[in-house]
């Protein structure tokens, strides 16, 4: 510490010379300044202190030339702790002056509030205050003690002299109590201050919605109506905040031992902050996967610090495309070779949901074309199809054209017609020979030609010993398709077989008629069977022999010739070929009880002409999804998926998908060529161990370039979760009362289970209402069970019921019901009120206490008996007594006449039982005047 002011003339110097902070056995160094302001030049001496703690420079004169400043050094070196005081005095030719040095012992001074108060704050959130740390003295250190849930930051640090500190102090409460604290500030050389701190932690109180739900543990309901498969539809639930302390609040699914695949159900935000007496709405989004389900999700409110969460219950319905063909069938009739016929179906989209199609009739050499093969089918929307029959051969045709649609079943058309020419007149196929075959396959005629089938009808009168069969249009329509890959799971009767579905021959070089590959085709019929195949010379995959009879239960193999014409092209064609009884080439040797139809075979063909040296075309494509969810099945049910991969350039798109090594998904078709448009893949998924299955399958699309698709699949036995018990336990009841509980039971796989409660003839007390529902997946269905004892005894019975998806998979389980049964009766204490002697018509009150000696509870009705010479009315006349209970009743009491007793009785009716419980008896009189002393005047 040193300032300057003038002391002398023309001498500046420093005023004086303090240590305040110091050790004994330290050596400390400050300066003694001197400026020489006036003119002239002067010459200084000056004499050391008296004191040895205190030392400078050798004395030396100092001559100081105008302007310029000497600086003289001062060592203090203190032996004890105590105050030292001394001066350095200073002679010039004009005038004598001192500078005093002095060394206090250090004292230290910091300043802080008394008190922080931090009001009301909500548990586990955070308030915080500031307070300064001022120090009125020297430099020292400082650190705080606390305790929690409170907490100062910083609690260490070194404060500087004259300075300040700021101090932020966070108040978190753990639980709702009353916080009174000290925080202990330490500093110097063991000084303490203390600062009390308060706050009270207080619990946020939430509600969700505006108003509670009818659903037992379920605060807000959130029903959302049918939404599009894909497309999303949101609502918003209110969360408000009631207390006068803020809150915040988190989402989460409230997963109940279930598989989350579907998650339809998504909040945008799963943290939500609620200021003090105001309320938020939380948007919830629902965008279903898959179509044609129901959807049930439960998610748990929970405040920050709240020990009671709230349940919102989220449902919601999606739906698919619902599209139709009409007409089914089109008929051509007899059209000449080589010339066309004409006829147009429509496929009509019905519902509020797109969709796309894709027709399988784009065989190159094939007798059946079509206008357009794929598009897209807007909401509420139709296209028409124009398919042309060109027959190459005087030969009868039958096509079961199928029609894929996205995220629907397919759809099929059946296509009939013969070809004619002037010498070959064949069977004539109408619409009604659809139905007459599918009977014949039915009784097991099918399989043999029609010669033999007009033999055996009317050889034969009992078909029974005949095998039968199962015709494909009676199949699924999944599996219809999957027929013509060979692939159904269902077994269905086959008459006309191909060994491969798929030729692939490569890579090949153009202008080289060298590539070829066999197929086979197996007659599993009793008849001579004929195959043509398809005549058309612009393909470059053509067919050797083009005509052939194949024997009963024999095979013939064909071989298949690629020619390619350009270099670097794509190529790829579907061959199909028409196999018939050979009866049926002639119309005169088939009628129309021995019709039957031929069979259309394909095999699609496909390769590739670019040179090693030559890049591919770069693929354009779009695809509608990557990760595929699969609806939920049971073991050894198959359920089916479908892709959409859309040409978006202009150049062919080849797509190869690789195959499942396990067989447990199955794409088809496994390659294509999309020339323009669209293509529908359908991917089947087929197990039979109930568990969540992956695969990552792999397209190629145009041989470089692969895409990953996720298939997901999950094979669902029917479970259940009881969310309380396995039990329930009714109060004991008197005889003939009732009481009724509600049990709860959820559904927690992904399939709509059917629940079906046993019943019984024998009554044995307990009823269920309802009795038969069937229960969405993730659902919770009450049932209401009634306890009605007829006879005074323990119940206790299994209930049985049974789950099931389908009825051939019942899993049977059971619940126990337990209540007891018991006589009602109450008890008056005392069960005699004698009311003395009463004057007549005066009214006096008493009171008696009504027990209820049983467990269960009891409603009762109090009516008046008989009743002598007074009137007796009750403060209550009914009302229901819990098991061993009682309460007070007050009776008023006025006779009527001073003759005779005064009684009256008090009758208790119970469940039907009528008993006295209580007697009231007494002695009324009127009152005398009697006179003691007379006296007249006078």
Not at 400 to 427: C, K, M, W, Y
Not at 445 to 451: A, C, E, M, N
Request: aromatic residues 10%; charged residues 20%.
């Amino acid at each position: 510490m040193a300032t300057m002011q003038e002391i002398s003339k023309g001498i500046l110097s420093t005023r004086q010379v303090v240590w305040n902070n110091w050790e004994p056995g330290g050596e400390y160094t400050k300066i003694i300044k001197l400026k020489n302001v006036d003119r002239k030049t002067q010459k200084i001496k000056y004499r050391t202190p008296s004191n040895k703690c205190f030392s400078t420079k050798y004395p030396e004169t100092i001559t100081l030339v105008s302007g310029n400043t000497v600086k003289i050094p001062v060592t203090f070196k203190p032996l004890e702790k105590e105050i030292y005081k001394d001066q350095v005095e200073f002679y010039t030719t004009r005038d004598t002056f001192s500078v005093g040095i002095k060394a206090t012992i250090p004292t230290f001074n910091v300043s802080i509030p008394t008190k922080v108060g931090f009001g009301t704050c909500g548990v586990y959130r955070t308030i915080t205050r500031t307070i300064t740390l001022v120090n009125n003295s020297i430099e020292t250190y400082f650190k705080w003690s606390y305790e929690a849930p409170f907490v100062v930051d910083p609690n260490l640090g070194l404060l500087s002299e004259k300075g300040s500190c700021e101090i932020n102090i966070t108040f978190t409460p753990a639980d709702a109590l009353v916080y009174d604290s000290v925080a202990v500030l330490s500093y110097g050389t063991g000084e303490h201050k203390e600062l009390c701190l308060t706050g009270l932690g207080k619990y946020p109180y939430i509600v969700v919605g505006n108003s509670p739900s009818s659903e037992d543990g379920i605060d807000e309901l959130i029903s959302f109506s049918e939404v599009p498969t894909g497309e999303k539809s949101s609502k918003s639930v209110v969360i408000r905040n009631l207390s006068d302390v803020d809150a915040s609040v988190f989402i989460s699914i409230d997963k109940h031992d279930t598989v989350i695949l579907d998650k339809a159900f998504r909040f945008r935000k799963r943290e939500h902050y609620i200021p003090a007496n105001s309320s938020i709405n939380a948007t919830v989004d629902f965008k279903p996967r898959l179509g044609d389900m129901h959807f049930t999700e439960y998610f748990k409110v929970e405040p920050q610090g709240f020990p009671i969460e709230c349940v919102v219950k989220c449902t919601g319905a999606s739906i698919g495309p619902c599209v139709t063909a009409s007409p089914t069938v089109l008929t051509f009739n007899y059209t000449d070779v080589g010339l066309e016929s004409i006829r147009k179906f429509r496929i009509t989209n019905v519902s509020a949901v797109h969709t796309s199609y894709d027709l399988h009739l784009d065989s190159e050499d094939g007798a059946f074309t079509v206008n357009r093969v794929s598009g897209d089918l807007e909401p509420s929307s139709e296209v028409e199809v124009v398919v042309k029959f060109r027959p190459y051969r005087p030969v009868p045709y039958h096509k079961r054209a199928t029609i894929i649609l996205h995220n629907h079943e397919p759809l099929f058309i059946d296509l009939l017609g013969s070809g004619v020419s002037q010498d070959v007149r064949p069977a004539l196929l109408t619409q009604s020979s659809l139905s007459a075959v599918a009977c014949k396959i039915e009784k097991g005629l099918s399989v043999y030609p029609p010669q033999v089938q007009k033999t055996m009808t009317e050889a034969v009168d009992d078909f029974t010993k005949l095998i039968p069969g199962i015709s494909i249009t009676s199949v699924p329509s999944n599996s219809q398709f999957f027929s013509l890959f060979q692939l159904a799971e269902d077994q269905y009767t086959l008459h006309v077989s191909l060994d491969l579905q798929t030729l692939d021959f490569g890579k090949c070089q153009a202008f080289e008629r060298v590539h070829h590959k066999n197929v086979t085709i197996t007659n599993h019929t009793r008849g001579r069977v004929t195959v043509v195949w398809g005549d058309n010379p612009n393909t470059p995959f053509t067919i050797l022999p083009a005509e052939i009879d194949i024997q009963p239960l024999k095979s013939a193999s064909f071989r298949v010739t690629f020619s390619p014409r350009l270099p670097n092209k794509f190529y790829g064609s579907l061959i199909e070929c028409t196999c018939f009884y050979k009866e049926l080439r002639d119309a005169h040797l088939v009628s129309d009880e021995t019709i039957a139809l031929p069979w259309t075979l394909g095999v699609y063909c496909c390769a590739e002409t670019f040179d090693v040296t030559q890049e591919v075309f770069i693929p354009r494509y779009s695809i509608t999804e990557t990760s595929v969810l699969f609806p939920p099945t049971l073991p050894d049910s198959p359920v089916y998926r479908t892709l959409v991969i859309r040409n978006t350039g202009n150049t062919p798109l080849k797509y190869s998908f690789e195959e499942d090594p396990l067989g447990l998904f199955i794409v088809k078709p496994m390659s294509g060529l999309i020339r323009d448009g669209l293509a529908i893949i359908t991917v089947r998924f087929l197990a039979n161990l109930p568990k969540t299955y992956e695969y990552k399958v792999k397209c190629t699309l145009n041989t470089k370039h692969p895409v990953i698709f996720t298939l997901t699949a999950a094979v669902e036995t029917p479970t259940i979760n009881l969310p309380h018990q396995d039990s329930i336990c009714f109060i004991p009841l008197s005889v003939d009362d009732s009481s009724s509980q509600m049990f709860g039971i959820q559904n927690t796989s992904r399939l709509p289970l059917c629940l079906d409660w046993k019943t019984t003839t024998n009554h044995d007390g307990f009823s269920v209402n309802p009795t038969s529902t069937v229960i969405d997946p993730n659902d919770i269905q009450q049932f209401k069970w009634t306890f009605t004892p007829e006879e005074e005894k323990m119940y206790a019975v299994n209930r049985g019921f049974s789950i099931y998806h389908t009825p051939i998979s019942k899993e049977k389980m059971s619940i126990r019901l337990m209540g007891k049964g018991t006589r009602s009766s109450l008890k008056c204490t005392p069960d005699v009120v004698d009311m003395g002697i009463s004057v007549v018509n005066k009214e006096s009150n008493r009171s008696v206490t009504l027990f209820n000696p049983n467990c269960s509870t009891v409603t009762y009705k109090l009516t008046m008996g008989d009743t002598n010479n007074c009137e007796v009315t009750l403060s209550k006349d009914g009302g229901a007594l819990a098991g061993f209970s009682s309460e007070i009743i007050w009776l008023s009491y006025t006779p009527t006449s001073e003759s005779g007793q005064c009684s009256a009785q008090v009758l208790c009716n119970s469940h039907g039982n009528t008993e006295t419980c209580l007697t009231v008896v007494g002695k009324a009189t009127y009152p005398k005047l009697s006179f003691v002393d007379i006296r007249s005047l006078g």
